[in-house]
């Protein structure tokens, strides 16, 4: 069993930006493959399972970390088999790289989840967002909305890693999950 946890904050208003990209994944694949989310306030997070936990924090970015930790825990998931998936600065719009055991680069969300896991040694799925091309301030570009155009590259990207990337690591290409 694994974990895909998808960073992000849990206001509506916060739906769309660009700090949300991780939770758009997760509920871009409980959409396509009609898996059944359900609330649990003792995890702090929002849950689909099937074969797989696919999860989403009901906390703010910052400490994240604790649901992405009462999850694995109550799980019992290891921190290897964990997926988190998140924006990142550091990649150009829509671009993604999965890599394992990488420290936070300043990323909240990814600290906040290394401080309650007590390692890094996890996978993490970087979406990449850019950084801002004017002097607007980066706590504020993570939290707006993407453009018109980011938006179709980013579409693209989240299908690319639910319809591909995503059942490739769980070894179902079929039937996500099941």
Do not use: C
Request: net charge neutral; glycine share 8%; hydrophobic share 35%.
């Amino acid at each position: 069993m694994k974990l895909f946890f998808g960073l992000g904050n849990p206001d509506t208003k916060y739906q769309n930006s660009r700090h949300n990209v991780g939770q758009m994944v997760i509920q871009k694949l409980i959409t396509n493959y009609e898996l059944r989310i359900t609330n649990s306030p003792k995890l702090l997070s929002q849950i689909a399972k099937d074969n797989n936990i696919f999860a989403i924090s009901t906390e703010y970015m910052n400490i994240s970390g604790i649901s992405v930790a009462k999850v694995a825990s109550y799980f019992k998931i290891p921190p290897a088999d964990i997926y988190l998936i998140h924006d990142d600065l550091d990649l150009g719009v829509g671009e993604w790289k999965l890599q394992f055991d990488r420290g936070p680069a300043g990323h909240n969300g990814v600290i906040s989840t290394i401080e309650n896991l007590g390692t890094q040694a996890f996978w993490r799925i970087r979406i990449g967002i850019n950084h801002p091309i004017d002097s607007t301030p980066v706590e504020d570009y993570v939290l707006q909305p993407f453009t018109k155009e980011e938006k179709v590259i980013i579409t693209d990207t989240i299908d690319k890693i639910t319809g591909t990337v995503i059942p490739d690591l769980i070894g179902n290409p079929k039937n996500l999950g099941r």
